[in-house]
């Protein structure tokens, strides 16, 4: 089990009892302080986190899977969160939450799922890549679902009447929760891919290649401004972030030097990852205004989400595998069949719900009519409610993640092609309509030039700044090996084998010059600066084997020299 969690959050228990003697209790838990830690996570921690889930994903899994990720997200939301706040009111006598709409709402945010310790687990053991994308777009669209039944839920206008007296019918409340998904989820997805549209047109023409601090600021703001103005229009800054970062992963690239893409790709997984740390600072924090007799309560609700997860996983499950298999019988003979979701899968989803920082930020935001219809200190015991199911749930099923997935023998380890799912799993129509957006809308419009159109792959975006300085550490041990054996034998050579020893010895000079090129050359495409005096041949030639080493670069992630255009030609994207 991964320890910095833990480690973090008794951090946070430490510095939440410092400032707990500085303070009285009052001004502890006073409004202001809830304000302050939504703030934090609403604004600072969670932009960064969606932004690094969508700059490193692999597009073309997530595309193939969409629409069984959004039976997932939309169908066992509204189940997960059904079923929860049907057991909570049943036992309302044991544990004092009687009203039902403190119990949906709170089932709302407690449905919202958010699986770091498993995901970081299934990337470092590269687990199936079917069950990571349904695990990672589950929790992802599935955090947007929650948030916007809790707002609704939280909200008066949405439960009663003009005048504030009378609540609203049932098929109405359940027809405005029904309009403000529909509308916020696809409002936030036009709005992400408008302000990517925005950022890579500005990349494109501010050319910030020759700073590359400049270049990874202005990728880490987007994250922030996006989320903002998505809030500010009342949409979910969680999906715009993401569908953001994902067109911005694919299309921003060519725009960014080979030092700078890299850098930013580190400097933004390395800020998410301090991101999820500081999450867990802030559960520590307010552990510290955690009492135990909430206790009886928070049991209560881990059985019901253990419940409420199983009614929704396993169900939805079924009906995604009986629509693939029905598109595996209209598949024409020789075709790969659609991969279906084994037994193990379902069980590691269903394994894969923890709570984190979203729910832990809308429990920070009920409203004091919780504690008007459901008596004084109902906030109290959803907040420390919420705190148990967080640290218990990351002990025991994040904790577990990798024990589970040896037992169940889940294959791990394998490197699999990017485009797999989306060759299996999508329609040739399908197919058609996505390269013909990407060569006729987003290409010419976002990349332009022709050059920087071949370093769109999708190869290079899980390429690790630590992975390369390896090659490239390993790259120079071998030049200096290969450059002390040619002085070794140019010594021990005679005169008949002199061509033999000149042909090394360019070849050697050629690997160099190259790969100089290659960490030092930007990808404009322009060509290496030659001096006046040589001729516009050699300008022209020096130009194509600089094109042919970006591109062969961004194609396959590898620290290799060639030096002709002929060499590149198999690499070439291909829509």
Not at 26 to 46: G, M, R, S, Y
Not at 219 to 234: G, K, N, P, R
Request: net charge negative; with cysteine; glycine share 8%.
């Amino acid at each position: 089990m991964d320890p910095k969690p833990w480690m973090t959050i008794a951090v946070g228990i430490i510095l939440g009892s410092v400032v707990r003697l500085l303070m009285s209790r009052e001004e502890f838990e006073h409004e202001l302080f809830t304000e302050l830690n939504t703030a934090v996570l609403n604004l600072i921690l969670l932009p960064i986190i969606i932004f690094e889930s969508g700059w490193s994903l692999r597009v073309k899994d997530f595309i193939a899977q969409f629409q069984y990720i959004l039976i997932f997200a939309i169908g066992g939301t509204v189940i997960s969160t059904l079923v929860t706040a049907y057991f909570i009111f049943l036992t309302g006598h044991l544990h004092g939450i009687t009203e039902w709409r403190t119990a949906v709402t709170y089932s709302s945010l407690i449905s919202a799922t958010d699986p770091v310790a498993t995901l970081s687990t299934y990337s470092a053991l590269q687990v199936d890549p079917l069950l990571n994308i349904m695990v990672f777009g589950e929790s992802t669209i599935n955090d947007a679902v929650a948030i916007v039944v809790f707002n609704i839920l939280n909200n008066d206008v949405g439960i009663y009447d003009d005048c504030g007296t009378r609540t609203l019918p049932l098929h109405d409340m359940l027809l405005n929760i029904a309009k403000g998904v529909v509308t916020k989820f696809f409002g936030s997805i036009a709005c992400g891919v408008l302000l990517a549209t925005i950022y890579i047109l500005v990349l494109r023409g501010a050319t910030m290649r020759h700073s590359k601090a400049m270049e990874i600021l202005f990728v880490l703001m987007s994250s922030f401004l996006t989320y903002s103005l998505a809030e500010s229009f009342y949409l979910s800054g969680i999906i715009a972030v993401l569908f953001c970062s994902v067109i911005m992963g694919i299309y921003a690239r060519p725009h960014l030097s080979v030092e700078g893409s890299l850098l930013a790709s580190f400097f933004i997984r390395e800020a998410a990852m301090l991101a999820d740390m500081c999450v867990f600072l802030l559960v520590g924090v307010d552990a510290v205004l955690v009492d135990m007799t909430s206790l009886d309560f928070a049991l209560w609700v881990m059985l019901f989400c253990l419940i409420s997860r199983a009614c929704s996983i396993f169900p939805l499950g079924m009906l995604v595998n009986a629509i693939k298999r029905r598109g595996n019988k209209k598949k024409r003979g020789g075709q790969d069949e659609r991969q279906l979701l084994s037994g193990k899968h379902l069980f590691m989803m269903w394994h894969a719900g923890l709570r984190g920082g979203i729910a832990l930020a809308l429990n920070l935001e009920v409203g004091p009519w919780a504690d008007e219809i459901d008596g004084l200190r109902t906030r109290q015991t959803l907040r420390n409610s919420t705190f148990f199911v967080i640290c218990i749930f990351l002990l025991g099923f994040g904790g577990t993640t990798g024990v589970m997935l040896r037992r169940l023998r889940i294959s791990v380890g394998i490197e699999v092609p990017h485009d797999r799912l989306y060759e299996r799993e999508t329609t040739e129509f399908l197919r058609f309509i996505g390269v013909w957006i990407h060569d006729h809308v987003f290409a010419p419009v976002l990349v332009g030039d022709e050059c920087l159109k071949q370093l769109i792959s999708g190869k290079h975006s899980n390429l690790h700044l630590e992975e390369v300085l390896g090659q490239a550490v390993h790259g120079n041990w071998r030049h200096m090996q290969d450059r002390h054996e040619a002085d070794e034998d140019e010594e021990e050579m005679d005169g008949s084998d002199f061509p033999t020893a000149l042909a090394r010895a360019r070849q050697l000079a050629l690997d160099a010059k190259v790969s100089y090129d290659l960490y030092n050359a930007d990808n404009n495409c322009d060509g290496y600066d030659d001096d006046d005096s040589e001729t516009e041949d050699k300008e022209e030639d020096s130009e194509e084997s600089h094109a042919c080493t970006q591109c062969y670069w961004w194609q396959t992630g590898q620290v290799v020299a060639h030096g002709n255009k002929s060499m590149c030609s198999g690499v070439r994207y291909q829509g």
